[in-house]
């Protein structure tokens, strides 16, 4: 069985009630079923983690780092200075795709950098939960490549 990381950074547990003019109304269960639907058209399954801190979000890293074939990152704002978590990351072989609800370049400036970009196969920036869906699809594209 094939199994995806959900991973979604600080104060991204409480979507649906924060700043819904920003980020939306669907909950994270919400965007946890729906990456769920996506993936089960091949049969995968999804674990989805949240947390507020940057050091249990390294630890579900390296706890899912060979049991995983890929996975979707929303960082929130450990985007702009999350170096133990892009370190993580880089240690973490399978394709993965960073997310944003919205779209960060048309906001304040300390969003306009991303230190885990670099190391993505993709991001998805600005479509809501919508992106979520996306970032699945391509997860299931990328791997379709994969020899
Ligand atoms: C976010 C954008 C970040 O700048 C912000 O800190 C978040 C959410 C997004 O999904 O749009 O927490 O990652």
């Known amino acids: 069985m094939s199994v995806v990381l959900l991973l979604n950074g600080p ?18 269960d919400d965007i946890a079923n729906a990456v769920a639907e996506e993936m089960s058209v091949r049969g995968w399954e999804v674990v989805s983690i949240q947390h507020d801190g940057e050091g249990e979000l390294v630890g579900a890293i390296h706890k899912h780092r060979d049991t995983t074939v890929g996975a979707i990152v929303n960082p929130g704002a450990l985007m702009i200075a999350g170096w133990s978590l892009r370190d993580a990351l880089a240690s973490y072989s399978p394709p993965w795709v960073e997310v944003h609800l919205s779209n960060v370049w048309a906001r304040e400036q300390f969003r306009h950098d991303s230190v885990i970009a670099l190391l ?25 490549e994969t020899p």
């Open 120 to 144: 993505a196969s993709g991001v998805v920036v600005g479509l809501g939960a919508f992106g979520y869906r996306l970032a699945a699809k391509a997860l299931l594209h990328l791997s379709a």
């Open 11 to 28: 104060n991204l547990g409480i979507l649906g009630q924060r700043e819904p003019e920003i980020y939306g109304t669907e909950t994270l």
